[in-house]
């Protein structure tokens, strides 16, 4: 070959695999990476507010961190995971010293010195994986085979406190300001089989159900039990200076919410009470009760006023009239903590127009008066004070960093510092893609839908790609400008990878939604499915205007509530999509509003099956698949306490008597939120190839 033509071939071909990489993004976001991120959970200020302590999740082995703000955490145990199921978790957590942790661990006290690495049991207490500490820290409490022990630290002597009876089993203690009486939580429940008669009798599926749920006190010192009258679902319970105690009750049908306050043995007595005639729309996540550290007041939050936001009043009030609001406008807000002294309270909110970033401020209860403390952009949240009242710290994620722990001066506009980084290496963070909030009128009545937009940077916008919907789950839960900072944070990798391999990501906040106001948050009241799916489909309406997308290779997925909309989505409008995803999605509702499973999510949302069957006939999704004209693929995990595998059997039985395209795939021993890296890993690659299948590889539109 002549040698000049050959250096020209050569140049040619350098030349075309350069430009050919400039079209490409890099690919330095890969599923085996997004499958490691890891996740700390329950921080904790030690005593002399030194330290914190964090439990640390690497996809399934869960270990104790300990961190000093401006260095780097020091890991305290290092467990094996169990051989079969590749996990180990860690139970309660908490500081006996400024040099000594108590935690749990399979139903085992444990201790660790946070300077000596090498965690040891303590001896005896067997049964005391949950527990709680006195005030004084020299005793603990904790429940073993639903009785509950109380028990010395310094010399183990323990004794048995209730001796409750009727298949009750005590929970979660309390302790008074002076150690002097607990009070707890008592359940009783009962397992229930499935029905599901195309299965046979050697496999079955069947579910624990909630028949009954107490508020008990008893003293330190020895007595009977005293139960706190009740009615409906009652939670938080806390002592008060005088050593009453306050607590939440919401109504079986959720449509009335009061804060209660009793003496041992007294008729409880209401100091507040919300009431609406859909349901109490704020998200449990966003609805904490605190009684201050002084226990002379109570903060809380209500959506009386459209928005859930931030009130404060004495807990011996008289009147609704002695409380007072301490936040207000066109956002949400959340409470974070009170400081030691009681006369501040951190909290995190949105901001009128931006309901998908959380912000970081301080207010003081008498004067009403907030400032910010963490203004940067992303999502900041549950700020915790540590114990001299001068520091905080708190969660954050935005849109380069999943969630992780962070320390800032309580002052106006600190520097925070990083307490953890849970991104794995070789991630470059300047490759994720950044999402855009967008809106676009619904299907149902025109209103806004609100939502996020992922379009990576190096997506040739001449050309026409394949999008992806995803749909949130819970029905009640949110979308952030950023990673989500719990249970859907492995999706929004997902997604970053997805966004990275040439995918448009749109994900829409359908009316339900926590985030917003109260009547958004209630508005698919007595029409789960429809209206909510609606606004979904509004959000391939609003792709298809998109030049960059081609509106016939648009797919759509999603987990939980999200699987079960996900089905509604295909059989409303069949054609809309060109295929879908299931994962773990409720198929038919008749069962948990009969009060076998999340009757308290169901009932105020539909009624009952008796009251309103056309409703449930609507949103029972399995009973339409004939109307099913698109790929589906169906992902369980089988030990999903949230929505059991029945669900699952009872789709894909029908499925294939329809004689439906569909695709399963089952993880044994998998959770509802995928965990496990293995799991991560194969579901992601399963998920790919069936979009690449279905959206990607499909019949392209020309751009003109």
Not at 90 to 101: C, L, P, Q, T, Y
Not at 641 to 648: E, I, K, M, Q
Request: proline share 7%.
């Amino acid at each position: 070959m002549n040698p000049k033509r050959f250096i020209v071939c050569c140049l040619i071909l350098v030349s075309a695999v350069i430009a050919a990489a400039s079209q490409t993004p890099e690919r330095n976001i890969t599923i085996d990476r997004i499958a490691q991120i890891k996740y700390p959970t329950s921080p904790a200020w030690s005593p002399d507010g030194e330290r914190v302590a964090f439990l640390w999740d690497a996809w399934g082995k869960q270990d104790l961190f300990v961190v000093t703000p401006g260095e780097e955490p020091v890991q305290l145990t290092d467990f094996p995971v169990d051989p079969d199921m590749l996990i180990t978790d860690i139970g309660s957590v908490d500081w006996a010293s400024s040099e000594e942790i108590l935690f749990g661990k399979e139903g085992q006290l444990w201790t660790v010195s946070p300077t000596k690495p090498g965690p040891m049991r303590v001896p005896g207490l067997a049964g005391a994986g949950s527990f709680a500490l006195s005030p004084n820290r020299g005793q603990i409490a904790f429940s073993r085979n639903g009785q509950l022990w109380l028990a010395s630290l310094e010399t183990k002597y323990e004794r048995q406190l209730t001796f409750i009876e009727g298949g009750l089993r005590a929970s979660a203690p309390v302790f008074s300001p002076d150690g002097q009486w607990l009070t707890f939580a008592a359940s009783r429940s009962t397992t229930i089989q499935y029905p599901l008669p195309f299965n046979g009798n050697l496999i079955r599926s069947y579910v624990n159900a909630n028949q009954e749920r107490r508020l008990g006190v008893v003293s330190t010192l020895g007595s009977n039990v005293t139960w706190i009258p009740t009615v409906g679902n009652a939670r938080s319970a806390q002592f008060t200076a005088d050593g009453s105690i306050l607590y939440e009750e919401i109504s079986p049908d959720r449509k009335t919410r009061e804060l209660k306050v009793t003496s041992v043995g007294g008729v409880p007595r209401t100091i507040w009470k919300d009431y609406d005639d859909r349901w109490y729309s704020p998200h449990r996540r966003d609805s904490k009760l605190l009684v201050s550290p002084d226990g002379e007041s109570v903060a809380f939050v209500s959506d009386r006023q459209g928005w859930v936001h931030l009130y404060v009043m004495p807990v011996d009030t008289a009147s609704e009239k002695e409380a007072k609001q301490l936040t207000s406008g066109n956002y949400l807000s959340a409470l974070g903590s009170w400081s030691p002294d009681s006369g501040r309270i951190a909290y995190h909110h949105g901001v009128d127009g931006n309901p998908m970033e959380r912000f970081i401020d301080i207010v003081e209860v008498t004067t009403g008066k907030s400032e910010t403390i963490v203004a940067e952009n992303g999502v900041n949240l549950d700020p915790a004070f540590s114990p001299d009242g001068t520091h905080l710290v708190y969660g954050r994620t935005d849109t380069q960093n999943s969630l992780d722990l962070f320390a800032v001066a309580a002052e106006p506009r600190s520097k925070s510092v990083r307490l953890s980084d849970s991104m794995p290496p070789g991630m470059d963070r300047t490759l994720l893609t950044t999402p855009v909030a967008v809106e676009f009128p619904s299907r149902h009545d025109g209103q806004p839908v609100p939502a996020t937009l992922m379009v990576h940077e190096d997506l040739d916008l001449t050309e026409r790609h394949p999008a992806v919907v995803w749909i949130h789950g819970s029905g009640s839960d949110q979308n952030y400008l950023g990673w989500h900072p719990a249970s859907y944070r492995m999706y929004y990798s997902m997604h970053q990878y997805l966004a990275q391999q040439g995918y448009v990501i749109l994900t829409p906040d359908y009316r339900g939604s926590s985030g917003y106001s109260r009547d958004w948050s209630t508005g698919h009241h007595m029409s789960i499915g429809v209206t909510d799916t609606a606004d979904v489909a509004s959000g391939a309406d609003y792709l298809k205007t998109l030049d960059y997308v081609d509106p016939d290779r648009i797919g759509v997925w999603g987990l939980s509530y999200g699987g079960f909309m996900t089905l509604q989505a295909l059989w409303r409008d069949p054609t809309l999509w060109r295929a879908g995803i299931d994962v773990a999605g409720v198929v038919d509702w008749a069962y948990r509003g009969a009060g076998i499973n999340l009757s308290g999510f169901t009932i105020p949302r539909l009624g009952s099956p008796a009251e309103n069957p056309e409703v449930y006939e609507v949103s029972s999704s399995y009973k339409h698949m004939d109307m099913l004209e698109r790929p589906l693929m169906v992902m369980h995990g089988t030990d999903d306490r949230n929505v059991t595998f029945h669900d699952s059997l009872i789709l894909i039985d029908q499925l294939v008597k329809l004689g439906k395209d569909f695709e399963t795939v089952i993880y044994p021993g998998e959770i509802h939120f995928f965990r496990r890296d293995i799991v991560l890993r194969d579901a992601w690659r399963r998920a790919e190839q069936f979009f690449d299948r279905h959206l990607k590889n499909g019949p392209k539109m020309s751009s003109q």
